[in-house]
Every structure is written in structure tokens, then in C-alpha cells.
Nanobody, 115 residues
């Protein structure tokens, strides 16, 4: 059974930084791509960033240059470093992985950007 546990969210001022973490269990972590999505109030869940098994990454245009996704295969962790945060980054952030024909989500972690 694959489990993803998100953490690291919180309240931060505009321009600030946060680092989200996702702990994975129950899979051969290193062979799967991992991703972050987010969902703001009243909006659909949207793609934020993805990191492949070879650590190549791609990002939504709205976060490119500000967010960095990374992974530690030995620890079965994936991270999202968020810099220069804006109020429009406020959302619940979810870790995601597609494995063996199934999609798996973390429980989400709230990020609020406000002064």
C-alpha cells in the first residue's frame, strides 16, 4: 500500500519562503516520478511541479523560477522549496504519484501567504 504524507505548510508573509516535504512508503520509490499539486479555495486542483526518476523537473509557468522540486531516493522523500511567495500561492499543497496504474495523493498541507 502506497502512502504519501505531506508536511511543512504554514503561514508566511509575501516574499517569504517555505519548504514542503512528502514522505513516501510502500513502493519502490526511486523508479517513479513524483509531483506536487495545489488547490486554492473555490478553484480546481492544479499542477505545480514534477520530478522524474532521473531528477529532471518541470514546473507550472506560475511558479517557474521561484519553486524548486527535489527528491532523496534513499529517504523516500520529495521536497518543494518555495521562494518569493505570493498571496496567489495560497492553497492546500498535495504530493502525488502515479504507480502501477493508480494515482496516490498525500493528505495535503496548507500554505497561506498573507501579511
Amino acid at each position: 500500500q502506497v502512502q504519501l504524507v505531506d508536511s511543512g505548510g504554514g503561514l508566511v508573509q509575501p516574499g517569504g519562503s517555505l519548504k514542503l516535504s512528502c514522505a513516501a512508503s510502500g513502493s519502490i520509490f526511486s523508479i517513479y516520478a513524483m509531483a506536487w499539486y495545489r488547490q486554492a479555495p473555490g478553484k480546481q486542483r492544479e499542477f505545480v511541479a514534477r520530478i522524474a526518476r532521473d531528477e529532471s523537473a518541470d514546473y507550472a509557468d506560475s511558479v517557474k523560477g521561484r519553486f524548486t522540486i527535489s527528491r532523496d531516493n534513499a529517504k523516500k522523500m520529495v521536497y518543494l522549496r518555495m521562494n518569493s511567495l505570493k498571496p496567489e500561492d495560497t492553497a492546500v499543497y498535495y504530493c502525488y504519484s502515479f504507480q502501477g496504474g493508480n494515482g496516490y495523493w498525500g493528505q495535503g498541507t496548507q500554505v497561506t501567504v498573507s501579511s
